[in-house]
T-cell receptor, first 114, second 112 residues
Framework: KNQVEQSPQSLIILEGKNCTLQ??????????LRWYKQDTGRGPVSLTI?????NTKSNGRYTATLDADTKQSSLHITASQLSDSASYIC?????????????FGRGTQLTVWP | EADIYQTPRYLVIGTGKKITLECSQT?????MYWYQQDPGMELHLIHY???????EKGDLSSESTVSRIRTEHFPLTLESARPSHTSQYLC???????????FGPGTRLTVL
């Protein structure tokens, strides 16, 4: 069964600190993996996309890693800011359909305190 | 500016009412989607469309219906709302790269 599991479910850190969010997936055949940021009451916004051959990709203070062998990904946030408070969702797509089938994790709720 | 819009953003209605959630995109995308999301839970696909006059049901069974008469417009209708329909509804669209979906801001629906 294609699944995406994220940990931790929630996380509280102090402003300026770093944190790492985890994503494990069983989606096959794998196409790509995206990390989305979803602010409360808003739709998800894409942060990074990683394909099978990519190990690391950065977008400002966000750095995503992918280990396609172990089917694990992480999102590292450096020097956190209050505006980073949001839900971070790991989304994996498969190559098996023309629709663009996406498998969503439940997200990690990050809270950054001043 | 190319974007995807949803209205209303918030809606509180009584049981039995008929409602339509609007979704429009100005990105020229062929594919559009409706997702349902409960707090702390993953997004569930309830409807999708490949293009004009194309509508399909998603993975999660839903009593809602959709239509796609124009490329840019993909409204969702509930003929008789119930408290179990209380949720957030997210609309999305994708272009040639169907794996990259762009999401609207969502409609938070509460049925009393």
């Amino acid at each position: 069964k294609n699944q995406v599991e994220q940990s931790p479910q929630s996380l509280i850190i102090l402003e300026g600190k770093n944190c790492t969010l985890q994503c494990n997936y069983t989606v096959s055949p794998f196409s790509n993996l995206r990390w989305y940021k979803q602010d409360t009451g808003r739709g998800p916004v894409s942060l990074t996309i990683m394909t099978f051959s990519e190990n690391t990709k950065s977008n400002g203070r966000y750095t995503a890693t992918l280990d396609a062998d172990t089917k694990q990904s992480s999102l590292h946030i450096t020097a956190s800011q209050l505006s980073d408070s949001a839900s971070y969702i790991c989304v994996v797509s498969d190559r098996g359909s023309t629709l663009g089938r996406l498998y969503f994790g439940r997200g990690t709720q990050l809270t950054v305190w001043p | 500016e190319a974007d995807i819009y949803q209205t209303p953003r918030y809606l509180v209605i009584g049981t039995g009412k008929k409602i339509t959630l609007e979704c429009s995109q100005t990105m020229g995308h062929d594919k559009m989607y409706w997702y349902q999301q409960d707090p702390g839970m993953e997004l569930h696909l309830i409807h999708y469309s490949y293009g004009v006059n194309s509508t399909e049901k998603g993975d999660l069974s839903s009593e809602s219906t959709v239509s796609r008469i124009r490329t840019e417009h993909f409204p969702l209708t509930l003929e008789s709302a119930r408290p179990s329909h209380t949720s957030q509804y997210l609309c999305a669209s994708s272009g040639q790269d169907y794996n990259e979906q762009f999401f609207g801001p969502g409609t938070r629906l509460t049925v009393l």
